[in-house]
């Protein structure tokens, strides 16, 4: 079982930063590949980008390659979503999302486990 829960979201102005935390339970943390999604109000929910368990393998949307970072820390139980020249279109809540396999993926249906969402908005 792992519980998750999403902190850092805020109010930015297009060409802002946020950085995202995810804070995970379970002492078995690194076994889990790690996905950020994003759900914009009457839109399906998206996959961001997502990591392996040890980190040293992540992917992203073409939407914001080059523009986010995940990464995660083990010994903390954390994973983080770093977004740079933050963009109108990139509001959305934001969820972190774990799955007991070998590696990520980029379907919603594929993560059992999910974390409440936190809020992101970029406007002027």
């Known amino acids: 079982q792992v519980h998750l829960v999403e902190s850092g979201g805020g109010l930015v102005q297009p060409g802002g930063s946020l950085r995202l935390s995810c804070a995970a339970s379970g002492r078995t943390f690194s076994n889990y590949p790690m996905a950020w999604f994003r759900q914009a109000p009457g839109k399906e929910r998206e996959f961001v980008g997502g990591?392996?368990?040890?980190?040293?393998?992540?992917n992203y949307a073409d939407s914001v390659k080059g523009r986010f970072t995940i990464s995660r820390d083990n010994a903390k139980n954390a994973v983080y979503l770093q977004m740079n020249s933050l963009k109108p279109e990139d509001t959305a809540v934001y969820f972190c999302?774990?799955?007991?396999?070998?590696?990520?993926?980029?379907?919603?249906?594929?993560?059992?486990?999910w974390g409440q969402g936190t809020q992101v908005t970029v406007s002027s």
């Open positions: 990591t392996t368990g040890t980190g040293d393998n992540t």
């Open positions: 999302a774990a799955r007991n396999a070998l590696y990520y993926t980029p379907l919603v249906s594929g993560y059992e486990y």
